[in-house]
């Protein structure tokens, strides 16, 4: 099940390979179809998962066996829903990009190649394995900023591409040291697990600094943000999207499934300084934001902002906070993918992305004013949707834990107002002038890539339980191993012994 | 802690919280924001085909509402006293770790009677604005916005925990957004639009971390935990925060100092919105809030006072400033400001049946002021200042009628309904230890109220036309029936109103006994009666002094001079928080994006330079010479072989 | 008449030096690659001759695949020339440095 999720994809950009070139109707139909079927499988994977901690739908097979790498593969309540969610913006992405017209076909195969590794991260449950996942990713990535990119392409494309990779090594050192580890001698994940959580003091911190570095610049964490915007700006509408949603994302699900239960001790004791972080890079964030003149590079930065919430609620290790951040992740990858789909959509049009040059768009195209409303609304965490029944948990939650940093993050929600809805105000309100005279409202395909979008934030601001029981036990589970490893007193759920 | 909180103690709300029966009204409460909340999608999808009949969907949807909400207040009324608050669970909402919400509504007298005004009353607006709106070419959506507005208020109210109160909270923060920049092409407007969310954005913070600090101390956020023996399960300095915290939220919303600044801008909004939101129902959620907390209140009477002193304050500046101000909407919403700070010293000193009474009749007359304002304008092609007006009673008589009753009503005439709304906030007042500055702030600020609405109802019906000598193309007259006939109703209900409550232990003070926890105090400082007729004094003079003022004396603006000069500026405060908040704010935003571009991005690509820099030295090596390269080879072959030979280790 | 195993080795030699040489001096690109070759299969002579001295098959096998190496060396690095001289014009050697900017 979980092997089809990763081969669909792979399957497809290898077919795509074989249609000819200029053939964009066949391709993009391919593509499209590839993409599709994932969901499909993604959907069934959502409907058969149990909703209980540990790992389901196990695959294992011996892949070289001699150095004890296996082709592990199992999903949980924490990876589920970003499994979902990639599998999801994809055929939205490809409807998007229907009209692509350089290099259909190498467009659409990096996609396709993207969401098969995206996929591969989330659901490998051996380190290697995992980490092959998490640098083959950043070829066809780097490709897409690098090949469809704006024009500060390349400089983006391998800033983007040396981030990520200094903090891959880091990681990859860290992962041989604990293979050498007595005990290790194999990368599965659970035997690594107990490796690591043996380790002394020192050397768990050393490890968990590495694992920490990779992570904390794929989320990104102040001060190693700054790839991020040039990436997201420069990136052409589908990079920006499945960057936004899904890549970041793996830095949040890199800290709650190798961060927290491998070493909880060092966790725990650096919890107050990546705390003190995600509160910088909430407020940071925002007010950077304020000042871009870019409304790409806007939605970056709130990004920043978005993402020190997600951190925030991982390391105040209070059940409800990491559950939050969950949410908040899958959140943030539907707001702020249907943001830069929009601006997409209007880029396409007038291929500016400056604020100063709109004004009035409100008027001039109502459908597209409304629906970008309606998603900065659930950028802002407005109650009701989807943003909000993130972001809460997460303050309430690591207000238990770290008042502190949750009071602080609090003043976020201010800011985040302030920059978007300005940035609004002057782009959508306002007489009809500059770039805005003229243009032509969402057509038919365009309203058709948004509607499922707004659907799911109004769905899940409304009744998120469903997503909640399925990511509870999971997270319930890695933050009470992560509390008991550090000696904290365990905090019970609501609903335990109910029933 | 006096005798009186003992004694209320007993009879403290959320003791019983009885299920809602299957199928009683009670029970299908949850239907009363939903209807109007699916007319409003239903409008914003399809209501641009159905032109003039959207109004009317919208206006039925109120109806169902109205009709709901008081099929709901008769059940409530066929069940006995102690027995009248209900929760009935529709789902299970948020739960995440031991956070656990459920959509999920509460039925009680309390709920009810703000269900009741804002159904009504928003049914009233609703049909004043089929009229109004007349030929605005977003008719269908301002109808749309205007339901989802009445959705939000009424989930608001009927939210059984602090969580789905904030949800209504929001939203209703969201439709003022909307509506204020409903004419958005304007910039003015839509900056005004923006300022409110924000500056209410500012208040909800504070809400949020009292939600915290409440989770904290009582492991849930639903009123029927936290409310029915708060003293018992939390110490003094946790409630003093949560009280603190939860105030900062309903200054915002309720526009008290010092976070009102947002409340006089946001008249840019067509006049109906003025009406339903910024004067009737949103800017009194906060004094609902605190009625509703009010067990939390109780605990910590001293903040309460801190809270009634601000309401005084806010009430006496705003009225100063309302007295010096010349656009038609501006006075009122100052007013609307100084009212509110009213509601604030009655739920603040202990009364909150006195704050809700006041709630509830200023909703009457300040939503019919609006509404005849509003109907000015219309009659005056938007034009609104008041000495630009004048002499309408003759041109528009029923709108003319009706303003005297609203002016008389908020002026504290006696026997109109603000006369007795307003008179037991100040009793109670006097009544409370340590609040007597409180009541005569309060009696000043009546003094003045009176004043300001005379001199506003003089300027624009009293005297010569003045219009006609700037236009005199312009032919007022009297508004459709849609537009008058809300102004009978609401200026039947500003002169009768009082009969809710007309002395303090009046039906409403009953009929809310379940909900809310009195703790004000009952040894009065002065005689009551003589008290009472000091206010009905003041506010007779102020009368008698701006009818004989405006009518004989000042026929011209005032020069902008000395206090009434300041006054008209609004004391200058937004100005003020410009350069103390605004442009600080953006200095360090501009610093930070430096600071990021500069600092943290120079550093990372000067890192980038130094490695090229290296790269571009030691590439003088590759000449591109491929015999040059097997030169190289042979040259390290030799060399490995002779270290290989030299060191021994190949003999 | 059995031929000394030295001898083999010092032909090797000799023809290694030649093509070493011949690598060094000569810019035709062609002539490089025989040279190439030529060295290549000097290290094929050594290895057979160390292989008979020892009474091992070892080098015999290594030499084997020596050959095969050489084999799609000379497919490969033919294919390559015949392009570059479709580009350049030229065997020169030093005339291809497209790479040094």
Redesign the interface.
């Given at each position: 099940m979980l092997t089809a999720l990763i081969a669909l994809p792979a399957l497809t950009a290898a077919v795509l390979a074989l249609v000819p070139a200029d053939n964009r109707a066949a391709l993009r139909t391919v593509a499209m179809a590839g993409a599709l079927a994932t969901f499909a499988v993604s959907l069934v994977v959502l409907v058969r998962f149990v909703p209980q901690a540990g790992f389901q739908m196990r695959e294992s097979a011996p892949w070289i066996p001699q150095w004890g790498i296996g082709y592990r593969l199992g999903i949980d309540g924490v990876s589920l829903f970003l499994v979902v969610l990639t599998a999801f913006v994809m055929p939205l992405i490809i409807l998007a990009a229907w009209e692509q017209t350089t290099r259909v076909k190498g467009f659409f195969a990096s996609l396709l190649a993207l969401e098969a590794t995206l996929i591969g991260v989330f659901v490998a449950l051996d380190l290697l394995l995992f980490y092959l996942f998490f640098e083959i990713m950043l070829v066809p990535m780097y490709a897409l900023i690098g090949i469809w990119g704006g024009a500060n392409r390349r400089y983006a494309a391998i800033k983007f591409f040396l981030y990520t990779l200094v903090g891959g090594f880091l990681m990859l050192v860290a992962i041989l040291y604990l293979y050498f580890q007595p005990g290790g001698g194999t990368f599965a994940y659970e035997p690594l697990l107990d490796v690591a959580r043996n380790l002394g003091r020192t050397e768990q911190t050393l490890l968990f600094l590495c694992f920490f570095a990779a992570f904390a610049i794929k989320v990104p964490l102040f001060p190693v943000h700054t790839w991020l915007p040039d990436a997201h700006t420069e990136a052409p509408t589908a990079g920006s999207v499945i960057l936004a949603a899904v890549m970041l994302k793996i830095g949040g699900y890199g800290f709650l499934r190798f961060s927290l239960p491998m070493f909880p001790d060092a966790t725990s004791r650096l919890a107050p300084i990546i705390l003190a972080l995600g509160v910088i890079g909430v407020l940071y964030g925002a007010l950077v934001a304020m000042m871009q003149r870019d409304i790409k590079k806007l939605v970056a930065y709130s990004s920043v902002a978005h993402l020190g919430f997600v951190v925030i609620g991982v390391f105040a290790l209070h059940p409800t906070g990491a559950s939050g951040s969950v949410v908040q992740m899958v959140n943030h990858g539907l707001s702020t993918g249907a943001l830069f789909l929009l601006i997409g959509f209007l880029y396409d049009r007038t291929h500016s992305r400056l604020i100063a040059d709109y004004s009035g768009l409100m008027r001039a195209v109502p459908v597209f004013g409304g629906l970008f409303l309606f998603t900065v609304m659930s950028s802002v965490a407005l109650p009701g949707l989807n943003g909000f029944v993130g972001e809460f948990p997460i303050l309430l939650g690591s207000y238990q834990t770290a008042p502190w940093a949750a009071v602080l993050a609090a003043f976020g929600v201010i800011f985040a107002a302030i920059y978007l809805l300005w940035a609004y105000q002057r782009m959508f309100h306002g007489p009809v002038e500059g770039r805005s005279v003229g243009l032509a409202d969402l057509n038919v395909r365009e309203i058709a890539v948004m509607v499922p979008l707004v659907l799911l934030m109004l769905g899940i601001g409304l009744y998120p339980k469903p997503i909640y029981d399925r990511v509870n036990p999971s997270v319930d589970a890695i933050v009470g191993q992560a509390r008991a490893g550090a000696d904290l007193p365990d905090i019970a759920a609501v609903g335990e012994g109910d029933e | 802690m006096s005798p009186v909180v003992l004694a209320a103690a007993e009879a403290a709300p959320f003791h019983d919280v009885l299920a809602a029966p299957a199928g009683s009204p009670a029970s299908l409460a949850w239907l009363i924001p939903v209807v109007p909340a699916l007319s409003a999608g239903f409008l914003l999808l399809f209501g641009r085909r159905l032109g003039a009949v959207a109004a009317w969907i919208a206006v039925a949807a109120m109806a169902v509402s109205a009709g709901l909400a008081t099929w709901v207040f008769a059940f409530l009324q066929s069940q006995p006293d102690e027995g009248r608050v209900f929760v009935h669970t529709v789902a299970t909402w948020l739960e995440a770790g031991d956070l656990r919400v459920d959509w999920e509504v509460l039925v009680d007298p309390l709920s009810t009677a703000m269900m009741l005004l804002v159904t009504w009353v928003g049914l009233l607006i609703h049909v004043y604005s089929v009229g109004y709106m007349h030929g605005d070419e977003r008719y269908e959506r301002f109808f749309a916005y205007l339901n989802l507005f009445a959705a939000s208020m009424l989930v608001l109210v009927l939210g059984s925990s602090f969580l789905t109160l904030f949800v209504g909270w929001e939203l209703v923060g969201l439709c003022s957004y909307l509506l204020i920049g409903f004419w958005f092409e304007r910039r003015d407007y839509a900056t005004a639009a923006k300022k409110a969310f924000v500056v209410n954005r500012i208040g909800d913070v504070g809400f949020l971390i009292a939600m915290f600090v409440i989770f904290g101390a009582f492991g849930s956020l639903t009123f029927a935990d936290v409310l029915s023996e708060p003293a018992g399960m939390i110490g003094a300095g946790t409630a003093a925060a949560i009280c603190l915290l939860l105030f900062v939220g309903a200054a915002g919303k309720s526009a008290q100092i010092p976070l009102y600044v947002w409340l006089p801008d946001a008249m840019a909004g067509p006049t109906p919105v003025s009406a339903l939101i910024h004067a009737a129902t949103m800017v009194t959620a906060g004094v609902y809030l605190l009625a509703r907390t009010s067990p939390l209140w109780a605990t910590v009477p001293e903040i309460g006072l801190i809270v009634a002193y601000v309401g005084a304050i806010t009430a006496l500046v705003a009225a100063i400033i309302a007295c010096a101000q010349n656009d038609i909407k501006k006075i009122l919403a100052y007013s609307t400001v100084s009212q509110l700070g009213y509601m604030f010293i009655g739920v603040g000193v202990g009364d909150q049946v006195a704050g809700v009474f006041h709630l509830l009749t200023h909703g009457f007359f300040k939503a019919l002021l609006f509404l005849a304002a509003g109907s000015v304008m219309h009659a005056l092609a938007n034009r609104t200042n008041v000495w630009e007006m004048g002499g309408l009673l003759r041109v528009m008589p029923v709108t003319a009628i009706t303003s005297a009753v609203g002016v008389l009503a908020i002026s504290g005439v006696p026997f109109l309904s603000g006369f007795f709304s307003k008179e037991e906030i100040l009793v109670s007042a006097l009544d409370t230890p340590g609040a007597f500055p409180i009541w005569l702030i309060g009696g000043l600020a009546a003094g003045l109220t009176a004043f300001y609405m005379t001199r506003w109802f003089v300027l624009v019906f009293l005297g010569a036309p003045r219009w006609a000598q700037i236009e005199p193309a312009l032919h007022p007259h009297e508004s459709p029936v849609t537009m008058t006939l809300p102004l009978v109703v609401l200026a039947a209900a500003s002169a009768f109103g009082g009969l809710l409550n007309p002395n303090p232990d009046g039906p409403l003070h009953h009929w809310l006994e379940p909900s809310v926890l009195r703790f004000a105090g009952d040894e009065a400082f002065i005689d009551h009666t003589l008290a009472a007729g000091i206010i009905i004094a003041a506010g007779l003079l102020g009368i008698a002094f701006a009818a004989f003022a405006y009518t004989r004396r000042w026929t011209q603006p005032a020069p902008a001079i000395g206090l009434s000069g300041a006054a008209q500026r609004a004391f200058w405060v937004d100005t003020f928080y410009e350069w103390s908040v605004m442009r600080p704010g953006l200095f360090i935003a501009r610093a930070f994006e430096a600071f990021d571009r500069r600092g943290i991005d120079g550093l990372v690509n000067s890192l980038g330079r130094g490695t090229t820099g290296l790269g571009s030295v030691t590439r003088r090596l590759?000449?591109?010479?491929?015999?040059s390269y097997?030169?190289a080879v042979?040259v390290g072959a030799v060399l490995v072989t002779a270290m290989l030979l030299g060191t021994g280790l190949v003999r | 008449m059995v031929v000394p195993a030295g001898y083999y080795l010092l032909l090797a030699a000799g023809l290694f030096t030649i093509g070493?040489v011949g690598?060094?001096?000569r810019?035709s690109?062609i002539v490089?690659f025989m040279c190439v070759e030529l060295m290549l299969n000097s290290v094929n002579l050594t290895l057979v001759a160390f292989s008979r001295i020892h009474g091992q098959l070892d080098g015999q096998v290594l030499s084997f695949f020596v050959m095969a190496v050489a084999a799609a060396e000379v497919t490969v690095g033919l294919a390559l020339i015949v392009n570059l001289f479709r580009l350049k014009a030229s065997t020169d050697?030093?005339a291809?440095?497209r790479?040094?900017s």
């Open positions: - | 590759q000449t591109g010479f491929v015999r097997a030169l042979l | 070493l690598l060094m001096v810019r690109i490089m050697a030093d291809i440095d790479l040094r």
